[in-house]
């Protein structure tokens, strides 16, 4: 259960705003919302995270509602090397000694147009 | 600071060999995962640990065995490979606080026949 819902697939200009959105409307109280993409068959790289406020660094922002039960991650200037596989996820607690494990969806795939 | 490394980046086994497959950090990082990921899917794990000497099983951990002596090492053996277990492989490892993003590798592509 990924307990996410992503668009399979969208598309931006080069040089926009690429705004990917996420549904969890069954995130628990203490449950982040983290963002990663995979390019190709590589590594998932981290982009961002976030529990309620919204948050910003290098490469994104996340928009998370205040109901908690959807978010956005915002690519302000995408470009070309941007196109990956976005995922968003819910951590989900497994057990011991507190462990976290991070329960993928099917996620985004994103297309930067030149 | 290479971050994760994974080896071999390619494998082919035939049905029935055992082999291990090696993740390395050098990041002291607490916690390690194995994921797999299959064509068109997204990623699921196979095992865990939170530290040295204490792991636990993911969603999908038949057919698999991991060990974990030092920070460092997280091996994912494969007992006794079968074509089901053909699959892209990823490492990951993060530190323990709740704040912080997985680093994963670039992955072991194995092939079973």
């Known amino acids: 259960d990924a307990k996410t819902t992503q668009p399979p697939s969208m598309d931006c200009a080069e040089g926009r705003a690429a705004n990917l959105p996420c549904n969890h409307s069954?995130?628990?109280?203490?449950?982040?919302v983290y963002w990663y993409r995979q390019i190709h068959s590589q590594g998932p790289q981290y982009i961002i995270h976030?529990?309620?406020n919204n948050e910003t660094n290098e490469m994104a922002s996340l928009i998370i509602t205040e109901d908690r039960k959807s978010s956005t991650l915002i690519l302000p200037h995408a470009t070309l090397r941007d196109t990956a596989v976005y995922y968003c996820?819910?951590?989900?607690?497994?057990?011991?000694?507190?462990?976290?494990?991070?329960?993928f969806g099917q996620g985004t795939r994103l297309t930067i147009n030149p | 600071n290479a971050g994760v490394t994974q080896t071999p980046k390619f494998q082919v086994l035939k049905t029935g060999q055992s082999m291990t497959l090696q993740c390395a950090q050098d990041m002291n990082h607490e916690y390690m995962s194995w994921y797999r990921q299959d064509p068109g899917m997204g990623l699921r794990l196979i095992h865990y640990?939170?530290?040295?000497?204490?792991?636990d099983q993911g969603e999908v951990p038949n057919g698999y065995n991991v060990s974990r002596s030092t920070t460092e090492d997280f091996p994912l053996r494969l007992l006794s490979a079968a074509p089901s277990q053909t699959s892209v492989y990823f490492c990951?490892?993060?530190?323990?606080?709740?704040?912080?993003?997985?680093?994963f590798g670039s992955g072991t592509r194995l092939t079973v026949v």
């Open positions: 990951a490892s993060r530190l323990r606080p709740a704040g912080y993003g997985y680093t």
């Open positions: 640990s939170v530290g040295a000497g204490i792991t």
């Open positions: 069954t995130i628990s109280g203490n449950e982040y």
């Open positions: 996820i819910v951590r989900v607690e497994v057990g011991i000694q507190g462990a976290q494990k991070l329960v």
């Open positions: 976030g529990l309620k």
